[in-house]
């Protein structure tokens, strides 16, 4: 929710200029409020009138304007707002905030806000893929300036790639990532998730079927509560959290240096279906088959356990740890030991038998075991789930 939050929604001219106005409906729907200013370009894409009615506020157009000067003036302006929104941010804009530029309203605000600011880019492919225009992007970067998008597709002028301006519901989830109050506002909650590649080779590797989903779902439910999260992943095949720091990592290795790195965290939810068994020696060259015809033998190392290792530490534990079952048989015993041997606070155990339907799935059935003993919840879709398990940790939390 955005309730009580302000966002000045610079509005830059391109085609797409057509979906911030549902953005604005949909920064409207979320409690909070939006100030619109429109580029002389972006009026001849959409009306001051529909973007006023939209927004039941004012809309900035012209730098020039002594009125605006006399209420307000552009330097105020630029700081009435809780957060900056460039969408459609244009090539010509990108240009402009990248080399300071002030020579309009929208152009003048960003130079003389302290506000962050929110690039949603919007443009032809090649226009994006410009060097010029990726320089600007990396310069932007370096400011601290965020950026969603732009997402990869059919355009307008009828090409295919990156250029679509990031759909408004995923432009909104970003704006609430960086301003949502909520149960867990100045909580960070770390999450692991997908699975992990282990090498074999430099072209194979050990594997296992997670997708990432339930994780992914977790980490955007506590971000809807407005917890920090830091999501660190495996390569999984479901969206990434918008709004989450990411730290891809391929190993169960690599995972467990990135998870100690992010620490302190207050929380910490252990989704990843980690390898347990890596190859001792991975090869730096591939292995060719060889003349005699027998296959090569893998010796296996054991992994690190990470759940255990974060949960017995002495120093710097998260004040909550949670942990993943995926059983076949005997789920809530096996379960309940685990929860022990591993040395966390909950267990979320899950019966994974192929019947389930529930790994690589939309939907999941988990019983969540902590010292009181096993509560079971009704099946429900990956995405209820996830945010019944952040209403109890911020309960817990809280
Ligand atoms: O032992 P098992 O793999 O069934 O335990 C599952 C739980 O332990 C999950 O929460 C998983 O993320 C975590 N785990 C881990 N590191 C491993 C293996 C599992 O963190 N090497």
């Not at 991975?282 to 088959?289: E, N, V």
Request: neutral net charge; aromatic residues 4%; proline residues 6%.
């Amino acid at each position: 929710m955005l309730n009580g939050k302000r966002v000045l929604l610079i509005i830059g001219g391109g085609i797409a200029a057509f979906k911030a106005l549902e953005l604005i409906r949909l920064i409207r729907k979320a409690g909070g409020a939006v100030t619109p200013v429109l580029t002389p370009a972006a009026q001849e894409f959409v009306t001051p009138l529909s973007a006023s009615a939209l927004a039941a506020e004012k809309v900035y157009s012209d730098l020039f304007d002594l009125t605006d000067e006399a209420e307000m003036g552009h330097i105020e302006l630029s700081r009435s707002a809780d957060l900056v929104v460039v969408a459609p941010a244009t090539a010509d804009l990108i240009a402009k905030m990248a080399h300071g530029h002030a020579n309009d309203l929208a152009s003048t605000i960003l130079m003389a806000t302290d506000t962050p600011v929110l690039i949603a880019p919007a443009m032809n492919v090649r226009m994006w893929l410009h060097p010029a225009n990726q320089r600007n992007i990396v310069t932007l970067e370096a400011d601290g300036v965020s950026r969603i998008g732009p997402d990869e597709g059919d355009m307008a002028c009828g090409e295919y790639g990156p250029g679509r301006l990031a759909e408004p519901e995923a432009i909104l989830a970003s704006i609430e990532a960086r301003l949502g109050q909520g149960p867990l506002t100045g909580k960070h909650v770390l999450v692991t998730s997908g699975p992990t590649h282990e090498p074999i080779d430099p072209v194979r590797y050990i594997a296992n079927r997670s997708s990432g989903a339930q994780g992914s779902a977790i980490a955007s439910a506590l971000l809807r509560l407005g917890a920090r999260v830091t999501f660190v992943t495996g390569p999984a095949e479901a969206p990434m959290p918008i709004g989450a720091e990411i730290v891809p990592v391929q190993t169960a290795d690599q995972m467990l240096a990135a998870v100690t790195s992010a620490l302190p965290a207050d929380a910490a939810i252990f989704a990843a279906a980690v390898a347990d068994w890596r190859v001792e020696s991975a090869t730096d060259k591939k292995i060719k088959k060889t003349r005699s015809g027998k296959p090569p033998a893998l010796k296996l190392a054991e992994n690190p356990d990470i759940l255990a290792t974060i949960s017995k530490k002495r120093k710097g534990r998260p004040g909550l740890v949670i942990g993943f079952a995926a059983e076949t048989d005997d789920v809530i015993a096996n379960a309940t030991a685990k929860r022990k041997r591993k040395g966390c606070d909950w267990i979320v155990a899950n019966d994974v038998s192929p019947g389930t339907g529930i790994m690589g799935g939309t939907e999941n059935a988990v019983t969540v075991i902590d010292a009181d003993g096993a509560e079971e919840w009704p099946r429900a879709s990956k995405r209820d789930v996830a945010r019944r398990l952040a209403e109890r940790i911020a309960q817990a939390l809280g």
